[in-house]
């Protein structure tokens, strides 16, 4: 039964209430969230000289007319009454309402707004009156999209901030309470319609569901309680798991792909997942790529080195530097030049080898500068006969994957290879004992 000592326990099981707590209520109008405004206003940590703790974000859509209009003054006029602080949103042109995904559209707009009043306000939590029954529509939805274990764990109650207090308690019991305590609401006759997926849902299957069993939804609550509970279990083996075949450095994660391969696919998905990888297919195709492919989802790369999974998280890209000028120029006046690589670049990205290379200066081609490496470089290392490609001396040295990538190239004017810091210069490009100006370029650990 839902009366104000049962939802104020429910949210004490969500967060632990203090005076110094904000909230952010999302209220429509309807029955569900006028009596989650009624119930928060009239909790003691809200009775303040203003109800400051609290304040009200409300969304007028204009898809409905008057009634929107309606809707619109139930919700203002109470915040008035209350001196509680009033968000309004009205949808307008530049909101670009599509022709079909209204829901879709909807949800992302007013998910916007709330996390805009929250930024400006500083306020803690965003409070939805999500109940029971839209647990078991949530269910059914999922249900029907395979979306396993998490999907069929329903909506929780504490995501990131967002409070749902409602949760266990059912739409008739809601709509017991708003009559008992002659709390005004509005009904969206829209939702009668059937024209939507969750419409369908509410309108033909709950009520047959419920005709089933008068225990329907109480035993739903429970059976919901055991998946979450199993859904805790699941992940904790999961990361137990994760964490057995892990390698790690001190930058990245590195995962065994042999052992993960031996692992369920049920397993591979789950800790994949985490890394931004959730699609099926391309999970298949990680498992086969060779050495030196790459995979990329929002934060991370994950680059295949022999029998590693190597996940890189992606830095800003503002923040990431393919090439450095070194040097524009040569004064021909000084006859040598001596450039510190440290004194140019912070680190030699962690390959710890120092060198000191002596170039002819007159065979150059300025402005010198230093790059990561591309498709079909090549260069004459010094000490050998020869040419050879850039990518086969990565080989030869045994770098990764990863090492590659931090190699810088020293190049000329014409992108011609100079050297590959610290590993080797380019023969062609020494000083000789007929060298008259002479460009050093060193770094010393």
Known sequence: MLDKLSFKNQLKNLVSLTENQSYLLAVSGGADSMVLLQLFSDLEYTQNEN???????????????????????????????????????KVSEKDHQPENSIQLWARNLRYRFFKDIQEKENLDFLVTAHHLNDQLETFIINLSKASGINGLSGIPANDNHILRPLLHFTKEEIYAFAAENNIEFREDLSNKKSDYLRNKIRNEITPKLLETNEHFLENFKKSLSYLNQTKDFVQKQIQAIENNISLFNKEHKILSKERLNLESDFVKFEILKKYGFNQQEEIHKIFKAETGSSFFSKDYQLIINRDELIFVYKTDEKEITDEILLIENFDISKNQITINIEDTIESIDGINKSFKWHFDADKLQFPLRLRKHENGDEFHPSGFLGKKKVSKFFRDEKLSILARQKIWILADRNNSVLGIIPFRQDRRYASDEETKNVLKIFNEK
């Open 51 to 89: 109800c400051s703790n609290i304040q009200v974000a409300h969304i007028n859509y204009k898809l409905r007319g008057e009634d929107s209009e309606s809707d619109q003054k139930v919700v203002q006029d109470f915040c008035e009454k209350r001196n509680i602080k009033f968000h309004l949103y």
